[in-house]
């Protein structure tokens, strides 16, 4: 089957650094998804690995171990804004490169 | 805003009766996806399509489930008969092609009564 497990929650301060993990267990991986999710809203891109290793883009980065099936999101600077939750989502190369997602993890930040 | 939109974007129906969703994508991409998402759960593959064509259907939906391209521009989502179950925010997401992220748009969130 195909499973994606991330944290429920995540507490931190602001200005602060958080790192979300996400673990998976799919058939045909082809690449990760990270999206950020306010309450009410659609979800929204923050990044895309398909090779092993760390993709920095802002104060977001991103990783991903293929082999291990591992990937986390940093966030960097926390700012009251970051409060949201962060779906991990899989694509897979079965049939027409679906996507599948985590639960998502929803991130508190505090002044 | 994303480019996608979705009609409409709140949906009130008692049980048992028949709805449908509309979704615009951003009008370049050809690849069209709809999935359900309920409070704390991330969002649930539904079904999408490449152009007019549904390539895939999820087997969690069941047949009271239909979703159309006709055209390969818009897309509807009927679910038929109704349960209180289906109650859930129905997002429809689009992208120019398979290497891409999906665009979201705001959804339409059902209650069902």
């Known amino acids: 089957g195909q499973n994606i497990d991330q944290p429920t929650e995540m507490t931190a301060t602001e200005g602060a650094i958080v790192q979300i993990n996400c673990t998976y267990q799919t058939s045909g991986f082809n690449g990760l998804f990270w999206y950020q999710q306010h309450a009410g809203e659609a979800p929204t891109f923050l990044s895309y690995n398909v090779l092993d290793g760390l993709e920095e883009k802002g104060r977001f980065s991103s990783f991903l171990s293929r082999s291990k099936g591992y990937s986390y999101l940093l966030l960097k600077e926390l700012q009251m804004k970051d409060s949201a939750s962060y779906l991990c989502a899989a694509r897979l190369n079965t049939g027409g490169f679906k996507t599948i997602f985590g639960a998502g993890t929803r991130l508190f930040v505090k002044a | 805003d994303t480019g996608v939109s979705q009609d409409p974007r709140h949906k009130i129906t008692k049980r048992g009766q028949n709805v449908t969703f509309r979704c615009d994508p951003i009008?370049?991409?050809?690849?069209l996806y709809w999935y359900r998402q309920t409070l704390g759960q991330g969002p649930e593959f539904l079904t999408y399509f490449q152009n007019e064509a549904q390539l895939e259907k999820s087997r969690l939906l069941s047949d009271r489930f239909s979703a159309e391209r006709p055209k390969g521009s818009f897309s509807t989502l009927e679910i038929q008969r109704t349960e209180q179950g289906d109650s859930a925010m129905y997002l429809c997401a689009s992208s120019p092609g398979v290497a891409y992220e999906q665009f979201f748009g705001p959804g339409t969130r059902l209650t069902v009564l």
């Open positions: 009008s370049e991409h050809n690849r």
